[in-house]
């Protein structure tokens, strides 16, 4: 399953939201679609499983939807540290990233 | 604490061999399963092996297998990867994660900080 995120790259300011989009070329069954968030210099912390449910200790801010071949990631009301790199990727079977998505600063 | 520290990265020439290690702590690491994730420079993740809990089970990416061998040691919570044949494609750093699950769920819960390996003449 090839995964394609959008956009590349998202210019907001803090306090506003940010949408970002994964399409998947073939459906996801069981919704297995998870979101990744990287900053610079660091691995990768799981925000998002199963599309909707949030990781341990993730803030309400952050939230996932979507099923089949589009899956949307919402981040309400930017902070600043949550400018960085968002990764889709589907567990239904093997393990498939999209491109990634950057969050900067506008 | 979950802790997962990767080891063994280095400048290593195309052609050559190299191992890397993964000392997990923090968890009873003989209940899941894990793989390992790669990064080149600047590029995006690229999910490279996973592994078992009992190691019974091994699961490569087209663009490494026969070339890597993933493995693990639950007596001593360690898991590995022996990279063989390198070419410059190999350049990344790897990072050893662990999975929600035995077997057959990829998605990865904790991380470790990663290794570089870096391919070149």
């Known amino acids: 399953i090839v995964l394609t995120q959008s956009p590349a790259t998202l210019s907001l300011s803090p306090g506003e939201r940010a949408t970002l989009s994964c399409g998947a070329s073939q459906s996801v069954s069981r919704s297995y679609l998870a979101w990744y968030q990287q900053k610079p210099g660091l691995a990768p912390r799981l925000l998002i499983f199963?599309?909707?449910s949030r990781a341990t200790g993730i803030p309400d801010r952050f939230s996932g939807s979507g099923s089949g071949t589009d899956f949307t990631l919402t981040i309400n009301r930017l902070e600043p540290e949550d400018f960085a790199v968002y990764y889709c990727q589907q567990y239904d079977g093997s393990a498939t990233f999209g491109q990634g998505t950057k969050v900067e600063i506008k | 604490e979950v802790q997962l520290l990767e080891s063994g990265g280095d400048l290593v020439q195309p052609g050559g061999s190299l191992r890397l290690s993964c000392a997990a702590s923090?968890?009873?690491?003989?209940?899941?399963?894990m793989s390992w994730v790669r990064q080149a420079p600047g590029k995006g993740l690229e999910w490279v092996s996973g592994i078992s809990d009992n190691g019974g089970g091994t699961f490569y990416a087209d663009s490494v297998k026969g070339r890597f061998t993933i493995s693990r040691d639950n007596s001593k919570n360690m898991l590995y990867l022996e990279m063989d044949i390198l070419r410059a494609e190999d350049t990344a750093i790897y990072y050893c994660?662990?999975?929600?699950?035995?077997?057959?769920?990829?998605?990865?819960?904790?991380w470790g900080q990663g290794t570089l390996v870096t391919v070149s003449s």
């Open positions: 923090g968890f009873t690491f003989s209940n899941y399963a």
């Open positions: 994660a662990k999975e929600i699950g035995k077997l057959g769920t990829p998605l990865f819960d904790y």
């Open positions: 199963d599309a909707s």
